[in-house]
């Protein structure tokens, strides 16, 4: 016996298997759980983890506030999974992005049950689920948005549960059914297709119920399959048993806060942000079509050949597994995936608001059409699973990498931490923080209480020295801070009427302990 072939046989003894599966598992938790701790950037995080926190202090589970002003633009979920982080670790950064790691990881369980489900289904016992699990917990995606106190994720995870529940459902008790009349009563997974649809709607809206079953429908009508009587059915009592899991919250801030409630955030932050760029995230109608791919790195290339084969092969009526080696009839999940991208895509490119995080619920789609385009390149060779886990490996040694190096970096010169950390290792801890010609959203987590609003409860923009003047005598103010771009910064400086100190800069803003002369 060769060496190679030795080689291996020891690497495809099951015991090895385990460990190496178990170990990559250990991997990726830690993964996902390392540096949670670098300050928050960007407008979102800081913004949601201080109306977290806003709530927290309150003991309101209901009623989310930022600066005091009521602030429907998203449902609770977030905001609920960081007041309990915050119970437990403090409130801190971690806190504020515990909930959306745990999410990820939660997405990327939902796809191991979906692969157990497809390999127990068709009989094989090979490590599709194995290799599904690993490259969705390795995609650009999934790690970045899992990283992050925002609700991307927080959406992602119970669509992905939800949809995967049905699937399950639907292989045992429709695709397997004789006649495809589909088995009376019902199950878990029915049921639980239905509970994470609640749940989706208290993460971000109407979308939580809008995708699945538009998603469900599609699927049925590119498999030009009918869905069973039970299944018709359950719609009645499962809707009703979404609605109810949703309105834990929905009621009682309904009754807390009336028609106010209705107006931002479904007039507003639904109906407005869809058909208008009212909020200014304007794009390009094609911008999700790049945006959806480059989410799959670092398996865009066989995300590529997925779709190119899974065209080819999806309207077949007969699936001879070539898509999927070891894999009997892969046409029902690669249709499923197919409807599952789609919906996604079609709906937020007629979108008059698009950022890229509006895309990551179809990225658990294009995960499993690329699993099951890799499942058959590594029936034929072994040699393909190797790559796949070094491929893996080598993406969570990376990102490792860029959290001790490039992204702590990257925070301090985004956030505004260090800023207000140095004033007040001067001794400015309560002075009211005032934005020059710029407004910090980072701000709104770290120098929380201290802002200065205008009537709605947005942070006010002040536009010269003359108004920051104003300020000061309009309130009898003694001293104030200021935050102001680096380029405006002269304009305060060799203001004869104010006297301005700078403290530090972080490459964009700099802070100022400022009084009138």
């Known amino acids: 016996m060769t060496p190679e072939i030795t080689k291996t046989k020891v690497l495809e ?65 977030l905001y609920w999974l960081e007041i309990a982080s915050f119970h437990v670790f403090g409130v801190n950064e971690f806190a504020a992005r515990f909930g959306s790691a745990i999410f990820g990881l939660g997405t990327i369980a939902s796809l191991w ?10 009989r094989v016992k090979d490590d599709f689920a194995f290799h599904l ?27 992905t549960a939800a949809l995967v529940s049905f699937f399950v459902w639907h292989s045992k008790n429709e695709l397997n059914a004789e006649g495809g009349s589909g088995r009376v009563g019902v199950s878990l997974s029915l049921l639980l297709f239905y509970v994470f649809i609640g749940v989706a709607l208290l993460a971000k809206g109407l979308i939580g119920i809008v995708f699945p079953f538009a998603i469900v429908v599609f699927y049925y009508v590119l498999s030009r399959r009918l869905p069973s009587f039970t299944f018709i059915l359950s719609l009645f009592w499962g809707t009703l048993a979404a609605v109810a899991v949703a309105a834990i919250w929905y009621v009682p801030v309904y009754l807390q806060n009336g028609y106010t409630f209705v107006d931002e955030f479904f007039v507003q932050h639904h109906f407005q942000r869809f058909t208008s760029n009212k909020f200014q995230h304007p794009q390009a109608f094609h911008f999700f079509l790049w945006v959806l791919p480059l989410m799959t790195l670092p398996w865009l290339p066989f995300f590529l050949a997925a779709i190119w084969s899974a065209i080819k092969k999806a309207f077949q009526r007969e699936d001879n597994g070539t898509q999927g080696e070891g894999l009997q009839n892969t046409r029902p999940i690669v249709l499923f995936s197919f409807s599952w991208i789609l919906v996604p895509l079609v709906f937020f490119s007629f979108s008059g ?112 020295p003359t108004e920051v003047l104003a300020e000061i005598e309009r309130e009898n103010r003694r001293k104030v801070l200021v935050l102001v771009p680096l380029e405006y910064l002269v304009q305060i400086t060799s203001n004869d009427k104010l006297s301005a100190e700078v403290i530090a800069d972080n490459g964009e803003l700099a802070i100022l302990v400022v009084a009138a002369r």
């Open 13 to 77: 003894r099951p015991g090895t298997r385990t460990y190496v599966q178990v170990a990559l598992g250990v991997l990726t938790v830690f993964v996902y759980l390392f540096g949670l701790t670098i300050p928050l950037v960007g407008p979102d995080e800081p913004r949601y983890a201080q109306v977290a926190r806003e709530m927290f202090e309150r003991g309101d589970w209901i009623t989310p506030t930022l600066g005091g002003f009521t602030w429907f633009e998203k449902p609770a979920l």
């Open 113 to 122: 049950v979906l692969a157990r489900c497809i390999t127990a289904s068709s």
């Open 133 to 159: 699990a690993l490259i969705a917990a390795s995609t650009l995606g999934i790690i970045v948005f899992s990283r992050g106190a925002s609700f991307d994720i927080i959406i992602t995870f119970p669509l």
């Open 353 to 464: 608001s698009k950022l890229p995080g509006y895309i990551l619920p179809a990225v658990p789609a294009a995960i499993i059409l690329t699993a099951v385009y890799v499942n058959g390149l590594i029936q034929k060779r072994k040699a393909w699973g190797l790559a796949i886990q070094g491929i893996a490996i080598a993406v969570f040694l990376a990102t490792t990498v860029a959290l001790v190096t490039i992204v702590p970096r990257f925070a301090d010169t985004d956030s505004v931490k260090a800023l207000i950390q140095k004033a007040g290792d001067r001794g400015y801890i309560n002075e009211t923080v005032l934005n020059l010609h710029a407004v910090s959203h980072n701000a709104e987590f770290y120098a929380a209480g201290r802002l200065l609003r205008d009537e709605t409860g947005k942070q006010k923009r002040l536009y010269g």
